[in-house]
């Protein structure tokens, strides 16, 4: 029982390029989230997933798509990359019932 | 526009002292109210959590106290431990409805031997 996998765990990219950071949760969890967590600035909720077919924006999507085929998937996806994406991607889920959140140990990318 | 307001940014107590950390939200739907825990390289994990139809909930060293009128909500770490180092988040959800969690900025907390 792994909980929630990121992958990779660090990345660079330059501008421009594009990329997906995976998140692949093994409890099956319906709920699932994408939050950026900047120096000083918190979580900040990217997307949202109430279940497979379904997400919804967060705080900040702007750069930013995902999807949900499937109750264990649900990738992030950046289209061209900018250095304001530096950052560390955390994915969490929940099931919904007890309302914890088990996050995921995080993807760092760097945009150069 | 942030939801959640967590202050403050960074707190230094001497070892057996009591840490507080204070948090607001102005979104009125919000109906869960967690504390999260982040140790260095690693993902937030929760520590604590209260609904609104209580205002305090106690676990162990831990316990938040929740406002409802005021919209504010605290931690506060009873006899502090320098093994409580970590920084500490405050979160809203709206967990009977859109299921979307909101977190505050984080309270660096370091706990001095």
């Known amino acids: 029982n792994a909980g929630v996998t990121q992958t990779p765990k660090f990345r660079i990219l330059k501008i421009g390029q594009s990329m997906t950071l995976q998140c692949t949760q093994d409890?099956?969890?319906?709920?699932m989230y994408w939050y950026r967590q900047d120096p000083g600035m918190g979580l900040k909720l990217i997307y949202y997933s109430v279940g497979a077919g379904i997400t919804d924006k967060g705080e900040v999507p702007n750069g930013y798509n995902v999807s949900r085929s499937t109750t264990e998937d649900f990738p992030l996806r950046l289209e061209l990359a900018a250095p304001s994406q530096t950052s560390v991607y955390f994915c969490?889920?929940?099931?919904?019932?007890?309302?914890?959140?088990?996050f995921g140990q995080g993807t760092r990318l760097t945009v150069v | 526009q942030q939801q959640v307001k967590q202050s403050p940014q960074s707190l230094i107590v001497q070892k057996g002292g009591i840490s507080i950390i204070n948090c607001a939200y102005e979104n009125t739907a919000f109906d869960y109210f967690p504390w999260y825990q982040q140790f260095p390289g690693k993902g937030p994990a929760l520590l604590i959590a209260i609904r609104p139809d209580v205002s305090e909930k106690k676990e162990g060293r831990f316990t938040i106290s929740f406002n409802k009128s005021a919209k504010q909500f605290s931690l506060h770490i009873m006899d502090s431990q320098p093994g409580d180092s970590a920084t500490y988040f405050c979160?809203?959800?709206?967990?009977?409805?859109?299921?979307?969690?909101?977190f505050g900025s984080g309270t660096r907390l370091l706990v001095r031997p």
């Open positions: 409890m099956n969890h319906n709920y």
């Open positions: 969490a889920t929940l099931t919904g019932v007890n309302t914890e959140a088990f």
């Open positions: 979160a809203a959800g709206e967990m009977d409805s859109s299921y979307k969690l909101i």
